[in-house]
């Protein structure tokens, strides 16, 4: 599974509260119109049949929509959270986990002395070393957040090596 930021779940459920709100809005209106005029000139029990269900339907999506709209305001306070996590992570690897530094001790914890050559191995090592320190210095982060960062981080360190 993809990590999905905070932010993007707040963007996603403000698009969709906007749309399920405006559709159900539009559709009630539209279902009443046709429930007083009858347009369609349908039998008594037809109209009322047809009416409730879609009356229900377009409830049903104001509803929802509006219950996507308070969950943006939760995502949007997650979000700075989230965001204000995410930078002292950074400023603390840029500090503490350069170029140098990880080179000189991602082999420390390992019982393998050999040194690695492949990209992809060096890849994998460099990013399990990255992990490890970040999650020892901050315990109650998400580890999906910190295998985000990680690998926005390795790329910005390693990025012109690949």
């Given at each position: 599974?993809?990590?999905?930021?905070?932010?993007?779940?707040?963007?996603?459920?403000?698009?969709?509260?906007?749309?399920?709100?405006?559709?159900?809005?539009?559709?009630?209106?539209?279902d009443i119109i046709f429930l007083i005029k009858n347009p369609l000139d349908m039998p008594m029990f037809n109209k009322y049949l047809s009416c409730g269900v879609m009356g229900a339907l377009f409830v049903l999506f104001f509803v929802m929509g509006i219950l996507a709209v308070r969950s943006y305001k939760i995502f949007k306070d997650k979000a700075t959270e989230e965001g204000t996590v995410i930078d002292k992570i950074a400023k603390w690897s840029e500090q503490e986990l350069t170029y140098e530094?990880?080179?000189?001790?991602?082999?420390?914890?390992?019982?393998?002395?050999?040194k690695l050559t492949d990209k992809e191995d060096l890849y994998f090592k460099r990013s399990e070393y990255i992990k490890k320190r970040i999650m020892r210095q901050y315990v109650n982060v998400s580890e999906e957040l910190i295998d985000a960062f990680v690998d926005d981080y390795y790329e910005k360190i390693f990025g012109d090596e690949n």
């Open positions: 599974m993809v990590y999905q930021s905070s932010a993007q779940k707040a963007e996603d459920n403000q698009s969709s509260g906007i749309m399920l709100v405006t559709v159900g809005a539009i559709g009630l209106i539209g530094n990880i080179e000189e001790h991602m082999y420390d914890d390992d019982e393998v002395y050999e």
